[in-house]
């Protein structure tokens, strides 16, 4: 059995997850997945090499590499855990106690309520931007296969959010002029009642009554690490990155309470995508050919995605004039021993899926009592124990892979 455990980053905890029914006591709330996705295609090293023809091949190599014989593997194919964080509640909107009048604090209190950030990230670096190596130099984008970025977030198996990106076809000349490329947006759905705001454990809903101005963005971060012909190592380097920042009014939403967007033709997209990425450098991989003679080649390309989805919002005016109320609410929860008693729990996997031929990262985020046996089960993934084990090198006994 062989799992790799590595321990992520920390991520901000979204505690609007518990919800409190009439008598007070908290109720256990749904667990939230994500699945990040890595999208690959032949289409981008056609459309590339058509740029090519288009500019007279003033870089003639590209018509070499077609039979290129070597081919990356996709390395991973099976589950790995990103991490099991025990992460204690941190009530990022817990009562302000600063001498002050209550007015005051209940507005520092709130506001503090009103944003919420989740990182979301590859479990192990994916050895595939192109899909063979190039024996041209370390920026050859001959091959280049990938294609974009996804996310989807879902409650009970509804969809609350999903965003799905792919490189811009219109710009495909950057890649050959500039090495750069760019994404558009292909597919929106935010369902607002189910974002991660407010972000606290006194109220346990969005609602656009009490909260105005939501705001939803998404950043994605490309980064890598390679090796030039002199030996030396470029570790973790950001190549570029990308924002989408999306406003949610009620007035957006349509009869089933969400925000989709579709992007239709060749027309401008809705929402705009800024930003740009250099394209991945190859790692040099020298090699003797069947003649035993030495030459100059580099590889397929290693890169992972960061991706950051931000939640904000203001204070609605109904919500402020009625504050003495929700003043009130917030002291009797906090009396409640349970209150931050409370243990959270994130575990991700990553696979290759060959018949849609993208990576997929998914995401469970829950209260520790919910990391059950079945939850493990559906990622294919150990125990918590059984992961810690197996990173130490000490045989769990668990099923094999």
Same mark, same amino acid.
């Given at each position: ?37 890595i999208y690959t295609s032949d289409k981008v090293d056609v459309l ?265 919002? *203001?204070?609605?005016?109904?919500? #402020?004039?009625? +504050? &003495?109320?929700?003043?009130?609410? $917030?002291? !009797? /929860?906090? *009396?409640?021993?349970?209150?931050? #008693?409370?243990? +959270? &729990?994130?575990?991700?996997?990553? $696979?290759? !899926? /060959? ?18 046996? !079945? ?27």
């Amino acid at each position: 059995m062989r799992y790799l455990v590595i321990i992520a980053a920390m991520m901000l905890v979204a505690l609007g997850s518990y919800s409190q029914n009439s008598t007070g006591t908290l109720q256990r709330a749904n667990v939230s997945r994500y699945e990040t996705f890595i999208y690959t295609s032949d289409k981008v090293d056609v459309l590339i090499r058509n740029e090519y023809k288009k500019q007279e091949g003033t870089r003639g190599y590209l018509d070499d590499l077609l039979n290129a014989s070597l081919n990356a593997g996709k390395g991973m194919a099976g589950g790995y855990v990103a991490s099991f964080i025990d992460m204690g509640v941190n009530v990022v909107a817990s009562l302000i106690t600063q001498s002050a009048n209550n007015k005051i604090k209940w507005e520092e209190t709130v506001k503090a309520e009103n944003a919420y950030q989740e990182m979301l990230t590859t479990v192990e670096p994916i050895n595939n931007f192109y899909s063979t190596p190039s024996f041209d130099g370390p920026m050859d984008p001959a091959g280049m296969n990938f294609n974009g970025i996804g996310c989807l977030r879902t409650i009970e198996g509804d969809t609350v959010f999903y965003i799905s990106c792919h490189i811009d076809p219109a710009k495909i000349s950057r890649i050959v002029n500039h090495s750069k490329f760019e994404l558009s947006l292909d597919t929106l759905i935010i369902d607002p009642y189910h974002c991660n705001l407010p972000n606290s454990s006194f109220d346990a809903e969005f609602s656009f009554e009490r909260r105005q101005d939501l705001q939803i963005t998404v950043e994605i971060r490309l980064i890598s690490s390679w090796i030039n012909e002199l030996t030396q190592m470029q570790k973790n380097q950001e190549l570029g990155a990308f924002v989408i920042s999306v406003p949610v009014a009620q007035s957006d939403l349509d009869g089933s309470g969400k925000l989709r967007y579709v992007r239709t033709g060749d027309g401008p997209a809705k929402y705009g995508i800024s930003g740009e990425s250099f394209i991945v450098p190859r790692s040099y991989m020298g090699y003797r050919d069947e003649e035993n003679k030495y030459k100059n080649s580099w590889g397929t390309g290693d890169y992972k995605i960061e991706l950051s989805l931000k939640e904000t919002c *203001n204070i609605a005016d109904a919500y #402020r004039k009625d +504050w &003495k109320n929700d003043w009130k609410r $917030r002291q !009797d /929860a906090e *009396n409640d021993e349970n209150f931050m #008693r409370r243990s +959270w &729990k994130m575990i991700s996997s990553q $696979r290759w !899926d /060959a018949i849609s031929r993208q990576w997929v990262i998914t995401t469970l985020k829950a209260p520790a009592d919910m990391i059950t046996g !079945d939850l493990l089960d559906e990622l294919n993934l150990p125990s918590p124990s059984a992961a810690k084990n197996a990173g130490s090198g000490t045989s769990t006994g668990g099923k094999k892979k």
